[in-house]
């Protein structure tokens, strides 16, 4: 039975952490995709709802995400947006722009970050302006 002696275990040690901390550390673009949930509030009228997405990454920090929710309480909703994302290391947070033509609203903006784990995000159309915020379930 052969034993590793103390000096060649540090030196992998060694070895494994400097591969580490001084390899390059890029953000994961996969830290979007996922399932999220949460709710949205119009600060126009003050209607509120729930708001769900499922993100899939679509090619370098582009992104599909799949909006489904409720208004209303009893009104389904479903919507597609397919958007960039910019990852800023100072802030720790990707940062998004979206824009969408929908058929009641007319022009849908949206504008926000997500660090991964919570995702916030202002709307506006001609006439209305609110925000949904959503964690991310998986």
Known sequence: MSRTSPRTITAASALVLSLFFLSPQTADAADLCGKWKGVWHGCTDGLKGTCNARITKTGPNCYKAVFSGRAFKVMPYVYTMHFKACYNAQTGKYHFRMKKKLPIWDWYWVRGS?????????????????????????
Request: aromatic share 20%; proline share 0%; hydrophobic share 30%.
């Open 114 to 138: 997500s660090d991964g784990c919570t995702f916030f995000a202002r709307y506006n159309t001609d006439d209305h302006v609110g925000y949904f915020k959503m964690t991310k379930v998986r």
